[in-house]
């Protein structure tokens, strides 16, 4: 029986969980190959989606390029530039780590587009194939990065997205749990100890599991930012060691959500029910203290 393939979204994640524990470097058909990381917000969803990517150094800017293999269309993180520039990017450091910083998205275009996707053909010759491949001409982004500092309106951007990124969080939360209790309320007859628990409906589980994904992602991607509040605002730096604390036990939390959620949704578990919405209340209240701590202290910081 032949290996199932991974999805491109299992495949993605797969690479990025190699970068990061790597330093920035990955095997396989990437092996060698210069790759950073782009946390885009989803032009439609409003979520942040990380990408790999192939770049390019042209003196302080970083290139990255729109190939999606050479096929016909572009590839969403593009699009996601294309509606907002502002991005995160992840690199590879000289140390063997990696770091994050805040980067503008500028697609370049005509003589400047040509001679820098040349000379990435010339440096890899399977750009040289994506290109003829197919008839749109493949995008070339410059990032530039951002000195926060520097930069009040960005600044207020960030802090404003920041509070629309938490509120969506929270209303979604609190879906979950209505969903929750609406599940509990249509298995109100008591059973026995020991008995198994009322099954969790595919789709309920599946509501649950993408919160847990999407309160992930959202930190994750809050780390590397912290990284970079942290060298432009100093005085944030004992706020910031508490919001990655409470990071990684949130992170635990979420394991364990998700742990329970499997043994609920098997048919076979014995895991009282009740505890999903018991846990849910605890994390709704500890992520509420979390995200009104990280409000009151970054958000006047950015101005916003």
């Keep these: 029986m032949a290996e199932q393939q991974p999805t491109p979204a299992e495949f993605n994640r797969l690479v990025i969980d190699e970068f990061r524990a790597n330093g920035g470097r990955v095997g396989g058909m990437f092996e060698g190959a210069p790759l950073v990381l782009l946390t885009t917000t989803g032009a439609r969803s409003g979520r942040p989606h990380t990408n790999p990517a192939v770049y390019l150094r042209d003196g302080d800017r970083v290139l990255v390029f729109a190939s999606n293999a050479g096929l016909p269309k572009n590839p969403g993180w593009y699009h996601n530039l294309v509606a907002d520039p502002r991005v995160m990017v992840t ?4 140390d063997g780590g990696t770091e994050t910083y805040a980067a503008e998205a ?6 400047e587009r040509d001679r820098l996707y040349a000379v990435q053909a010339e440096l890899d010759p399977a750009f040289a194939a994506y290109q003829a491949g197919t008839t749109r001409v493949i995008p070339v982004i410059a990032l530039h990065r951002l000195n926060l500092a520097a930069d009040p309106a960005r600044n207020r951007a960030i802090g404003e997205h920041l509070r629309t990124v938490h509120d969506r969080l929270r209303r979604e939360l609190a879906s979950v749990r209505r969903d929750v ?12 100890a020991g008995t198994p628990a009322p099954r969790l409906g595919e789709e309920l589980a599946r509501h649950c599991l993408t919160f847990c994904g999407a309160l992930h992602a959202h930190h994750t991607n809050e ?8 060298k432009e605002f100093p005085e944030l730096a004992p706020a910031l060691d508490r919001l990655r604390r409470e990071h990684h036990l949130v992170a635990q939390a979420l394991t ?6 499997a043994d609920l949704t098997s048919g076979t578990a014995t895991a009282d029910a009740d505890r999903l919405r018991a846990e849910l209340e605890r994390l709704a209240r500890d992520l509420e203290e979390h995200f009104a701590y990280e409000e009151r202290h970054l958000l006047p910081a950015l101005g916003a």
């Design 223 to 230: 780390n590397g930012a912290f990284t970079v509040f942290e």
């Design 181 to 192: 209790d609406a599940f509990l309320a249509g298995h109100a007859e008591p059973y026995a």
């Design 256 to 261: 364990d959500l998700q742990a329970l959620l």
């Design 106 to 111: 500028v697609p370049l275009e005509g003589d």
């Design 91 to 94: 690199i590879g450091t000289a």
